[in-house]
Nanobody, 125 residues
């Protein structure tokens, strides 16, 4: 199983970035794919998650209205479009996969089954 993130980088406040997570080694449609982030000295935060089976999504309150998560099942890839970025969005962003594709409000409170290696997002003020 592999989850490979890409698209991180440095951007000014108010700018945009798109993160990608390419999955392999499992049946993509059977999973929920999510993004977590963790900044130095802070707790890990569940940012967003999507069910690959029905496309339902979850967003943390801190990113709702600014971030959009989508899934391309033909490419086994999810995309996190991040707009109106703020300095407080600076973190390492991790892609993660849950074996259960049914998404609930509690999904991201549980430990994922698989993790990616992370990609750094830095937003300058």
């Amino acid at each position: 199983v592999q989850l490979v993130e890409s698209g991180g980088g440095l951007v000014q406040a108010g700018g945009s970035l798109r993160l990608s997570c390419a999955a392999s080694g499992f049946t993509f449609d059977d999973y929920a794919i999510g993004w977590f982030r963790q900044a130095p000295g802070k707790e890990r935060e569940g940012v967003s998650c999507i069910s690959s089976s029905d496309g339902s999504t979850y967003y943390a309150g801190s990113v709702k209205g600014r971030f959009t998560l989508s899934s391309d099942n033909a490419k086994n890839t999810v995309y996190l479009q991040m707009n109106s970025l703020k300095p407080e969005d600076t973190s390492v962003y991790y892609c993660a996969a849950y074996r259960d594709s049914v998404l609930t409000t509690a999904t991201m409170l549980n430990a994922p089954d698989y993790w990616g290696q992370g990609t750094q997002v830095t937003v300058s003020s």
